[in-house]
């Protein structure tokens, strides 16, 4: 059935007869439609493909994520998703928390954790992250978009110019006839016909890949939110402003005693000192 309704339309000879009948203008058209629709299929490859990549990665990196218990398991075991946007949040996140743990620690019952300003670094670095990679998915859509919305009217633009050619040329040759049309008429739809092949495809393609890109970046927005909860739990000082001050004056005076005394061992066991270390 399919081979029977492609059939004519090919074997025919139809966009043939009407390429070779049209005008200057029109193959031109047709010309800038063709490198177009080549720079449009080129982006739906690449972006099907980097798409189907990160969702598969995704999945793969999520999974892994959530048999964690420490934000920075997976850093520590040294695993990478590649092509997954979340785990691009991740390794940044984590890069930039490892470094206030080993730079700027507070010591709270010999455990490190990190200031409520680190901590701010921290959400920076993920949303900079989640910015990227949501742009990183959507670069090369202008060029979709520009298909869809272009093509149809640059067609038309061909048609109409090849019609006005047409109909000039009937008039100049004073035999307004059918036959005399007909030609003209042809070379000048095929711009139209052009400009829609070229759009069509697109179009069903930008479609797809919005709601892919949306989905993907709402995604990352909801992990963002949630691994920066759990970093705040497990690595943050959260401690009273009172009981802050409370320790700091223990360890203060824990130091002075020590200072008197001479003892260093005392000295480097204290926390205020530790910490500088």
Same mark, same amino acid.
């Given at each position: 059935?399919?081979?029977?309704?492609?059939?004519?339309?090919?074997?025919?000879?139809?966009?043939?007869?009407?390429?070779?009948?049209?005008?200057?203008?029109?193959? !031109?058209?047709?010309?800038?439609?063709?490198?177009?629709?080549?720079?449009?299929?080129?982006? !739906?490859?690449?972006?099907?493909?980097?798409?189907? !990549?990160?969702?598969?990665?995704?999945?793969?990196?999520?999974?892994?994520?959530?048999?964690?218990?420490?934000?920075?398991?997976?850093?520590?075991?040294?695993?990478?998703?590649?092509?997954?946007?979340?785990?691009?949040?991740?390794?940044?996140?984590?890069?930039?928390?490892?470094?206030?743990?080993?730079?700027?620690?507070?010591?709270?019952?010999?455990?490190?954790?990190?200031?409520?300003?680190?901590?701010?670094?921290?959400?920076?670095?993920?949303?900079?992250?989640?910015?990227?990679?949501?742009?990183?998915?959507?670069?090369?859509?202008?060029?979709?978009?520009?298909?869809?919305?272009?093509?149809?009217? !640059?067609?038309?633009?061909?048609?109409?110019?090849?019609?006005?050619?047409?109909?000039?040329?009937?008039?100049?040759?004073?035999?307004?006839?059918?036959?005399?049309?007909?030609?003209?008429?042809?070379?000048?739809?095929?711009?139209?016909?052009?400009?829609?092949?070229?759009?069509?495809?697109?179009?069903?393609?930008?479609?797809?890949?919005?709601?892919?890109?949306?989905?993907?970046?709402?995604?990352?927005?909801?992990?963002?939110?949630?691994?920066?909860?759990?970093?705040?739990?497990?690595?943050?000082?959260?401690?009273?402003?009172?009981?802050?001050?409370?320790?700091?004056?223990?360890?203060?005076?824990?130091?002075?005693?020590?200072?008197?005394?001479?003892?260093?061992?005392?000295?480097?066991?204290?926390?205020?000192?530790?910490?500088?270390?």
């Amino acid at each position: 059935m399919t081979t029977m309704l492609i059939h004519p339309i090919l074997a025919s000879g139809a966009l043939q007869f009407a390429f070779e009948k049209a005008t200057i203008e029109g193959k !031109i058209t047709i010309g800038s439609l063709f490198i177009l629709s080549m720079f449009s299929w080129t982006i !739906i490859i690449t972006k099907f493909r980097q798409l189907s !990549i990160a969702r598969r990665a995704a999945k793969k990196f999520f999974a892994a994520y959530s048999a964690t218990r420490d934000p920075l398991d997976i850093k520590r075991k040294g695993e990478n998703y590649e092509g997954a946007p979340a785990y691009q949040l991740y390794s940044r996140a984590a890069d930039e928390l490892d470094y206030h743990l080993k730079h700027n620690p507070v010591i709270v019952k010999d455990r490190r954790r990190i200031s409520a300003a680190s901590f701010e670094a921290v959400k920076v670095t993920l949303e900079e992250a989640a910015a990227t990679e949501a742009m990183a998915l959507e670069k090369g859509m202008i060029v979709l978009s520009t298909a869809v919305a272009g093509g149809p009217f !640059i067609g038309l633009l061909g048609t109409v110019w090849g019609v006005m050619e047409t109909f000039a040329g009937i008039a100049r040759a004073n035999a307004a006839s059918l036959t005399a049309m007909a030609p003209g008429v042809a070379g000048a739809l095929i711009a139209t016909v052009t400009g829609l092949l070229v759009a069509i495809p697109a179009m069903f393609a930008y479609n797809f890949m919005v709601t892919t890109i949306r989905h993907i970046t709402q995604e990352l927005d909801g992990y963002a939110t949630r691994y920066a909860t759990q970093i705040e739990h497990a690595y943050v000082d959260n401690r009273p402003l009172s009981e802050e001050l409370k320790q700091a004056n223990e360890a203060l005076a824990v130091s002075l005693v020590a200072a008197l005394k001479g003892d260093e061992n005392v000295l480097r066991n204290t926390p205020v000192f530790a910490a500088e270390r």
